[in-house]
């Protein structure tokens, strides 16, 4: 089985800040990473997402997570953020392979103040 | 956007009834998950299907039960509501082709369920 701890469960921030979100699981098989996005009243969309290959993954929006072996780690991260930025952000994990069941962790609620 | 519709969007409903979910999907994916969502405790999956009649319990099944008869179709059933379940729930679906594994879920945009 695999788990997903986010170690903050808010992060405020400034506009124009960069922003880290951070997120380490536990498997002990090889897994794919994901985070998705939550806007408020509304369902979960896939953000980015890491598979095999470049452990350096982007989304078209300006975020981007990098996946670290070593440290059980794929932590998001934003140069500059927006207000249309605030949102609640959930990583995920599933074992590679086989049936893709994600594993979501708590949620980060990121905050942006003007 | 993924064809996913979820019924009733809202629902109030009182302890120790019987409520039933809906998850229709258009887009002929096989697997359809149930997930509720908590403060604190993101999201937990309920139960899932990898097909149909073919169905799986998740991490926190107790008090649900589900039926998929159609592709298209996913229901969760509380047998006899709780103040517990009050919850938002939300249905997504993923797709597994042969020798592909489309690794995305796609979600409906979620049941909000309280029981008095």
């Known amino acids: 089985a695999q788990s997903v701890t986010q170690l903050d469960s808010q992060v405020p921030v400034f506009e124009e800040a960069p922003v880290e979100l951070r997120c380490n699981y536990s498997?002990?098989?090889?897994?794919?990473l994901f985070w998705y996005v939550q806007y408020p009243n509304q369902g979960l969309q896939l953000l980015l997402k890491?598979?095999?290959?470049?452990?350096l993954v982007k989304s078209i929006n300006g975020f981007e997570a990098e996946f670290n072996k070593s440290q059980t780690s794929f932590h998001l991260r934003k140069p500059s953020v927006h207000i249309s930025d605030t949102a609640e952000y959930f990583c995920?994990?599933?074992?590679?392979?086989?049936?893709?069941?994600?594993?979501f962790g708590r949620g980060t609620s990121l905050i942006v103040h003007p | 956007d993924a064809g996913i519709t979820q019924s009733p969007r809202h629902k109030v409903t009182e302890t120790g009834t019987p409520v039933t979910l809906r998850c229709h999907q258009t887009?002929?994916?096989?697997?359809m998950y149930w997930y509720r969502q908590d403060p604190g405790h993101g999201l937990r999956l309920i139960h899932y299907?990898?097909?149909?009649?073919?169905?799986d319990k998740g991490e926190v099944s107790d008090g649900y039960s589900v039926s998929r008869s159609k592709t298209e179709d996913f229901l969760l059933t509380l047998e006899s509501a709780t103040s517990s379940q009050t919850s938002v729930y939300f249905c997504a679906i993923s797709e597994s082709n042969v020798g592909i594994m489309n690794t995305e879920a796609f979600f409906g945009q979620g049941t909000r369920l309280t029981v008095v």
């Open positions: 995920a994990v599933s074992k590679s392979g086989g049936s893709y069941i994600p594993t």
């Open positions: 887009e002929n994916h096989r697997y």
């Open positions: 498997s002990s098989v090889s897994v794919y």
């Open positions: 299907s990898y097909g149909v009649k073919d169905t």
């Open positions: 890491y598979l095999s290959g470049s452990t």
